[in-house]
């Protein structure tokens, strides 16, 4: 017989399990054992020296030091580097418009549905 063992884990996310009673001796996934389940990212990716994305930070960072707002910055940066991956944008707007990571995933999704919006189509 088996049953259902729930697990918070510091991450304060739940994690449900099915035990399993082999002969006797309990069978359960390492993570509740004390172990962790995934190990997490510690830091995130590094935008590529691609001469676009530098071009890019620097834009930003040059609108940003003029006094306008993130929002100016990352869509003047958005053009400029909008064919390379989520991962290297976000990175973008992060080092150029001075945004946390959280902010320049907001931001990134934000710029793709002002850019479709305000792009003519062909």
């Known amino acids: 017989m088996g049953y259902i063992v ?8 739940v994690h ?27 830091s ?7 001469p676009a994305v530098a071009k890019a930070i ?3 960072k040059a609108l940003i030091a003029q006094g306008k707002s993130k929002v100016a910055a990352t869509r003047a ?13 976000c990175q973008a707007f992060l ?3 001075d945004l946390t990571e959280r902010g320049a995933l907001t931001y990134f999704y934000n710029a793709v549905r002002y850019f479709k919006q305000h792009t003519p189509s062909a």
């Open 95 to 97: 080092e150029g418009a």
């Open 77 to 89: 940066m958005y053009p400029l580097i909008q064919s390379e991956s989520r991962e290297v944008i």
């Open 44 to 50: 995130p990716p590094k935008a590529p020296k691609d």
């Open 16 to 42: 449900l399990a099915l035990t399993l009673n082999l002969g006797g001796q309990r069978v359960m996934p390492s993570y509740l054992n004390g172990e962790p389940a995934m190990t997490a990212n510690p």
């Open 58 to 60: 620097a834009s930003g």
């Open 6 to 13: 729930a697990h918070l884990n510091s991450d304060f996310k």
